[in-house]
């Protein structure tokens, strides 16, 4: 088999350093580079949009690299899930949303605007493999996932088309 930088030996593939040398980890080169260039550019507004929008994407991004260190470690058995659940506590994985007003979010760079969107994706991923992995447990301490946001919509939906229709008189 022919060695690669993404081969380990003659059957694993290394998807950690597939995925650190993709265009979509090229983060920080954008944003000290062409990124911090496009951003002199830009009105008061959006030149605050970006600051703020690259901020919280560098956040999101050390969040999702911090949790995938952790897994690592279970892989290889320099911790265990007990330990690395307790390990976990210190890195917040709280879904984020864009903060940016939508009238100035279209004015960023298209380039900052796709890695904001492939960030958030990829957060959510790992958010639901995180809850995956680590299910909570409820009160009489059998595992329980936490409530689908799809049923809460349907709920809402229900409810609103309750209101709308009136009950029929017999």
């Known amino acids: 088999m022919v060695q690669t930088p993404y081969f380990r030996d003659d059957k694993t593939v290394s998807f950690g350093e597939k995925l650190a040398a993709s265009e979509q980890f090229m983060v920080a080169i954008y944003l000290d580079g ?70 100035v979010l279209p004015r960023l760079p298209p380039r900052l605007r796709d890695l904001i ?23 009489g301490g059998k595992e329980s996932l936490p409530p689908s946001p799809v049923e809460a919509q349907i709920e809402h939906l229900r409810a609103a088309l309750a209101a709308r229709v009136p009950s029929p008189t017999t």
């Open 34 to 103: 062409d990124g911090r260039e496009e951003a002199k550019f830009l009105p008061r507004a959006a030149a605050v949009a970006y600051a703020v929008e690259s901020m919280r994407l560098t956040t999101r991004l050390m969040q999702v690299v911090s949790w995938l260190l952790l897994q690592r470690a279970v892989n290889e058995g320099e911790l265990s899930r007990a330990e690395t659940a307790a390990e976990k506590r210190r890195i917040p994985l709280s879904k984020q949303g864009i903060v940016s007003n939508k009238d």
């Open 117 to 139: 969107g492939i960030s958030l994706r990829l957060q959510a991923r790992i958010i639901h493999l995180d809850l995956l992995i680590y299910k909570s447990r409820d009160a």
